[in-house]
């Protein structure tokens, strides 16, 4: 299915006479539905087949994708929301920098943690039960277009899946147990992408759309960055903050 040959997909979303329309100019991709989350359901294919064949799919929203935008995130989507009133939406826009891959980022700071037995010895059971109370609070949660988790996740068994891959991204191996950066004083996000390769998330083997569950052998720990991207799954790769100490 060559709709494009581009590198990058753009795509476009909009209400449009009572109907939510993503479309690209390129390849003459259309699809739509009477609300969000059914337009989603009809491009979310499209985007994981794009991602699957390793392109960039970015989405610049003129209407709000709602919950969509999750999903679509985590089919590994750039969206952005472009306020430009659509007449305009040919004018350059700036891109989002830090969060796309191929554009170069600044360098990385010292990894937070030097190994695996450091960021043990360095946090409390505490903090890193709080992080893993989290991921499986999010991953219980009832998603749009998927069934609600047969199996309700647990923070002891998160932190399992964390253990038994000793902080490791199970796609490209980088020491990933670090936080998204937050600015100290307002708590606000920074942009990650410098370390992408170093902040843990917890990643479905099966996708959950796909079928797949909470189940402790569908789950596994992978960077955010791999998570986020999957054309950028490169074993051993040293960008974006990828470490590998040699435990
Ligand atoms: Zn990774």
New binding site residues.
Partial sequence: MALTDETTVHLRFARRERQYLFWSEVGRISAGGPTQALACGTVLPLVETFIQQGKTVRIEANYPLGPSVKMLRAAGAVCRSNPLPMERWNEPTPLARWQMPGVPTADPARPVYVSWEDYLARTANTQRMKRCYAASKKANRKRLLSATPEHRLTGPLVWKVIETARGR?M????L?VENRPSDTKTGQPLSWAQVG?RIGSLDHVEWRMGGGDNGLDNLAW??L??NTWPSE?RWG?TDHG?YFPGD
């Fill in positions: 991204c796609h490209c191996n980088s990933a390769r992978a960077c960055w791999c799954r790769a990828g």
